[in-house]
């Protein structure tokens, strides 16, 4: 039950505070008073977007603040637990609040502390069920109608719709994935030919790690072989001599030969001669190599070749994949996995198909589950419209609710669509309800439907649901209001007296012009007021004693009807 709602600066509403009672409370006014203001105001607690200018000019911001009853039963439901956390332990009440700034911008409350719109949706959606003048079009859209016949199924639904969607939404991801797998045929051929073409390119250089830097040195030998040979030939003659010259050994033995017959005179020079003995040595070992090398370097275009192409083969790969042997090898590597995942593609396609065939069954039992459920409480809630329609003053009026499998197939709402078929009139044929029902009839319709909701004790709210209506049939839409609203809270704004007559608290907006403002005040009314107000919206005056008689009739019976 929503015990109190407070609204400040918006739309015409300085300031007002609302104490509400069970039963039917009423809010009436003259059109252009501000009566909507409400609606606009739960609607906002709700969760809903905060249209443009519906801040009240000159102000800063908008408050809006409902204090709702807790139900106990919230302890029980998982997913409010976080929610429930902010509100103080043992309190039996829950206070939702949205502030509105200036600019358009939003902020949402939850027992004082930050929340957001979606928390209110969530919340408020457990505590209000909104009947507005724009549900009229509402009725008409098959979605609407479908979550009308779900509502209706219990709260058990909820669970085989999440059922049926989890199924639903695995079915489509296999489907998703077959396809793009079949879509991709011709790519992964395309894409196979290419990681064997790399791989075999790269396996046939039979590459080795560091294999470059010798091949260079190699080639660069080769290429300047003449220029080497003739350096290791001059340097070779200049150290061991030659037919007509001594080298340096020959020198050296010559220097040695002069200083041995003085070894063990002087220390010094003794050192001094075995140094030219080492160099000695030294030199003839190096006379030697400098022979072995020159037998082991030659000209050799044809290996020069040889080792240019290869060395061209490398720098090419590595070009291509990364720029070192490393690098190419990784990538041949890489294909090898690519080449294997993609000739599991068969593999693959052969597992989905199966998985795809598992899932089928799992979506037809979830979906049979779902719309068993459905034509079960559509057979129930089709009868018992159609007998308020016939206490709403509508005898022989039938509400019948038809099911049509999709054309396409299962979709996210369910295998079938719905169609709320209506008959006003005895003997005539059921057609849509879009087509079918006038606006007077689809305020009933709407009424006897927000009626059905049995085991539902959230507030029900009725935003001009009369419109369209007068006469007797206001009277007994009235009537139905307050017997709805017995044993729960049913909140009405109205312009038809019938229906205000019914009321067990009444509030009137009032417009007030002044210092070339205009506000718009919400007051509680007591009986005297009471009939002021409905001799009001009977369309008489003050002095009018008959309509203030009639008004008084109006609210006298209401007191008797409601009496024990």
Request: hydrophobic share 40%; proline share 3%.
């Amino acid at each position: 039950m929503l015990r109190e709602l407070r609204i400040e600066n918006l739309l015409l509403i300085e300031r007002a505070e609302l104490r509400l009672a069970p039963g039917l409370n009423v809010l009436t006014g003259e059109t252009g008073a501000g009566k909507t203001v409400l609606a606009q105001s739960l609607d906002l607690l709700m969760g809903g977007k905060a249209r443009k200018g519906i801040v009240r000019v000159g102000a800063p911001e908008a408050w809006v603040e409902g204090v709702f009853d807790l139900p106990p039963e919230w302890n029980e439901i998982p997913e409010l637990a976080e929610l429930l956390d902010r509100i103080p332990a043992g309190s039996d009440e829950v206070v939702l609040g949205r502030r509105v700034s200036e600019s358009g911008r939003t902020s949402a409350f939850v027992g004082g502390r930050s929340a957001t719109a979606g928390d209110l949706q969530l919340l408020a959606g457990r505590l209000i069920a909104f009947y507005g003048q724009h549900e009229h079009r509402r009725l008409t859209i098959g979605s609407a109608q479908l979550a009308m016949v779900d509502g209706a199924a219990g709260l058990r639904q909820q669970e085989r719709l999440a059922s049926f969607r989890a199924a639903w939404s695995s079915h489509r991801e296999l489907n998703r994935e077959l396809e793009e797998l079949l879509g991709r045929d011709m790519a992964r051929e395309r894409d196979l030919d290419l990681h064997r073409f790399e791989l075999d390119e790269i396996d046939s250089a039979t590459l080795a790690a560091g294999e470059k830097d010798a091949i260079g040195e190699e080639r660069d030998r080769l290429r300047h072989a003449e220029a080497l040979r003739e350096s290791a030939a001059g340097s070779a003659v200049r150290l061991r001599g030659g037919e007509e010259t001594d080298g340096a050994a020959a020198l050296l033995a010559g220097a040695l030969e002069s200083l041995s017959g003085l070894r063990g005179i002087d220390a010094e020079l003794d050192g001094l001669t075995g140094r030219v003995e080492a160099l000695a040595l030294e030199v003839e070992d190096v006379g030697l190599d400098l022979g072995r090398y020159l037998e082991g370097i030659e000209a050799d275009p044809e290996r020069l070749a040889v080792l240019e192409e290869r060395l061209d083969l490398i720098d090419r790969l590595e070009r291509k994949h990364g720029g070192s042997i490393e690098s190419v090898l990784a990538h041949a590597e890489w294909c090898r996995t690519e080449i294997s995942r993609l000739e599991g593609g068969e593999t693959r396609e052969q597992e989905l198909r199966e998985a795809i065939e598992d899932a089928t069954g799992d979506l037809e039992r979830a979906a049979r589950s779902l719309g068993d459920a459905r034509r079960k409480a559509a057979s129930g809630l089709g009868k018992r419209v159609s007998q308020d329609l016939e206490d709403l003053a509508m005898p022989g009026a039938e509400l019948r609710i038809d099911f049509t499998p999709l054309p396409d197939g299962p979709a996210a709402s369910g295998a079938e669509s719905v169609e709320f078929m209506f008959a006003p009139n005895p003997g005539l044929p059921a057609q849509p309800l879009r087509d079918t029902a006038s606006g007077g009839e689809l305020s009933r319709v709407m009424l006897a439907l927000a009626a059905s909701g049995a085991g539902d004790r959230r507030t029900l709210i009725f935003d001009e649901i009369d419109a369209g209506i007068g006469g007797n049939t206001a009277a007994v839409v009235g009537e139905r209001l307050r017997e709805v609203a017995d044993g729960r809270q049913v909140i009405a704004i109205t312009h038809l007296p019938q229906v205000a007559s019914r009321a067990a608290s009444h509030f009137s907006v009032e417009k007030v012009a002044g210092n070339g403002t205009v506000t718009a005040t919400v007051s509680a009314l007591d009986e005297e007021s009471i009939v002021a107000e409905i001799r009001r919206m009977l369309g008489a005056g003050e002095g009018d004693e008959a309509a203030t008689r009639h008004a008084r009739e109006l609210v006298s019976a209401n007191r008797q009807l409601s009496a024990p």
